[in-house]
């Protein structure tokens, strides 16, 4: 069975400019988060998707950052515009349902200079 | 709110020692708990997981029980390989409430395992 998807991998860009990372969960898992991992620090909660629904979004910082779960199944994180400090790790996972397991992608590396 | 600590690191050791890596957490009623390994390069994989008191996750010779008198549940491995070198993160689920189901990390627990 295939894992989460992410892309890209890595991504660098200039301060100011847009960015956008995708994520193709596990086949069938109805819930999807995306996490915020700084360097030497664990995860934290950006948003989760329950299907197409943003049920939790509290700690996305919504002047830059939007994500988007079209069809309940994929989904794109966007920072529009970057700054220095969302260089970071931005992690994908999904689970079947809310209060099941979480599985996570690799992660996408961005690095805004 | 919820929250976890874990042991600094770096932790270094040579292959075969035993290895404890502690975590204690704090949660407002009965949270589920769990150990994920995240290895160079990869993404944060479930190492193992227990859901309710006295309850004893374990996974490729890794243990943790769930002691919820001393809010702990700490990662034990009695002889590690160099292949267990990553980083570890103990994590907790709450089960009701606000934040049910978020997880809440700590910070990370660098292993380096020498031949």
């Known amino acids: 069975e295939a894992g989460v998807v992410q892309s890209p991998r890595y991504k660098i860009i200039e301060k100011k400019q847009p960015v956008a990372f995708w994520c193709n969960p596990i086949?069938?898992?109805?819930?999807l988060y995306w996490y915020l991992q700084n360097l030497g620090q664990g995860p934290e909660l950006l948003i989760r998707y329950e299907n197409e629904e943003a049920v939790d979004d509290s700690q996305l910082p919504k002047d830059r950052f939007s994500a988007e779960r079209l069809k309940g199944v994929d989904s794109t994180l966007k920072i529009q515009p970057a700054e220095l400090g969302d260089s970071a790790v931005y992690l994908c996972a999904s689970s079947l349902d809310v209060a099941d397991t979480q599985y996570f992608g690799p992660g996408t590396r961005l690095t805004v200079l | 709110g919820n929250s976890v600590t874990q042991m600094e690191g770096p932790v270094t050791l040579s292959e075969e020692a035993f290895l404890t890596i502690n975590c204690t957490y704090t949660?407002?009623?009965?949270?589920?708990l769990f150990w994920y390994v995240q290895y160079p390069g990869e993404g944060l994989q479930l190492l193992l997981k227990a859901t309710k008191a006295d309850d004893k996750g374990s996974n490729k010779g890794f243990e943790a029980t769930y002691r919820k008198e001393t809010t702990s549940f700490h990662l034990e491995k009695g002889s590690v390989q160099v292949s267990d070198s990553a980083v570890y993160f103990c994590?907790?689920?709450?089960?009701?409430?606000?934040?049910?189901?978020?997880?809440?990390f700590g910070k990370g627990t660098k292993l380096s395992v020498i031949p």
């Open positions: 994590a907790l689920s709450g089960n009701s409430g606000a934040g049910s189901y978020q997880l809440t």
């Open positions: 949660a407002t009623g009965y949270p589920s």
């Open positions: 086949s069938g898992h109805n819930t």
